[in-house]
């Protein structure tokens, strides 16, 4: 009976064993807050990829902390769980990653959670309400397509994205602070769909950027030429055909 007894526990504990292995992920990995809703600090520095969502107890993880993988140098691919709220800030600087979704229930990227990283793709997901300073800085992002639910892009938001080209700044947006486009080198035109212009403070800044073109609705022109934050680009706005 004892025999059995122990082979018994033997096999248990070799099929928890293989599910571990084949989760990929230890719970020596990482360090969750008390309440298991906020992952403060990923600890394995060789992950290469991680499916946050595959994890039973990470799929329930609402925050990633501030810093949680600053820095990572192996990290590449990462799945947020879908649970996710509020990305803190540099909770990815500097990391390899190159391609991002932000769950549906993301209201708020913090400053700098992806400054200086690889990315070259994000997709946002509707119930976003603000990027952050500085949330994207550096990142070489060909492609902005933001949700209708985005209502505020901070200072330097997208700093020196050198591969856009063109963006379109949702009809909701009701604040783009200073430089949130600031030295994106290829960025020649800018769309608001905005039938009131949003509260800007010069975030493409003509001096470096060659901007050359802001569309507007039809029938807005005047509107956005003599508001105040829209004043200096008046010689280039005009309505969308």
């Known amino acids: 009976m004892k025999k059995i007894f122990l082979a018994l526990i033997a096999i ?80 990815f600087w500097y990391t390899k990653i190159t391609s991002i979704t932000i769950p549906t229930g993301v209201q708020v990227i913090k400053e700098f959670a992806f400054g200086s990283s690889s990315l070259t793709s994000v997709q946002f997901s509707e119930g976003l309400i603000s990027i952050d300073k500085g949330a994207f800085y550096s990142c070489e992002i060909p492609s902005l397509n933001f949700p209708e639910s985005l209502q505020a892009i901070g200072e330097s938001a997208f700093w020196g994205n050198g591969t856009i080209i063109s963006v379109t700044i949702p009809k909701n947006i009701q604040n783009i602070a200073e430089g949130a486009f600031f030295a994106c080198s290829k960025l020649t035109t800018a769309t608001f769909r905005g039938i009131n212009p949003p509260r800007v403070k010069d975030p493409f800044n003509t001096l470096i950027n060659p901007i050359a073109r802001i569309y507007v609705p039809k029938g807005r022109l005047e509107v956005y030429k003599n508001d105040e934050g829209f004043k200096k680009y008046a010689n280039i706005i005009s309505e969308e055909e």
Do not use: R
């Open 12 to 91: 248990a504990t070799f099929v928890a064993c293989s599910k571990d292995k084949d989760n990929g992920v230890s719970s020596s990995d990482y360090e969750l807050s008390p309440d298991g809703l906020t992952l403060v600090k990923w600890k394995n520095d060789n992950t290469t990829a991680l499916d946050m969502q595959a994890d039973p107890i990470l799929s329930k993880v609402q925050v990633i902390g501030e810093k949680a993988f600053y820095i990572h140098k192996n990290i590449v691919n990462i799945t947020l769980p879908t649970n996710l709220k509020s990305i803190e800030k540099e909770a």
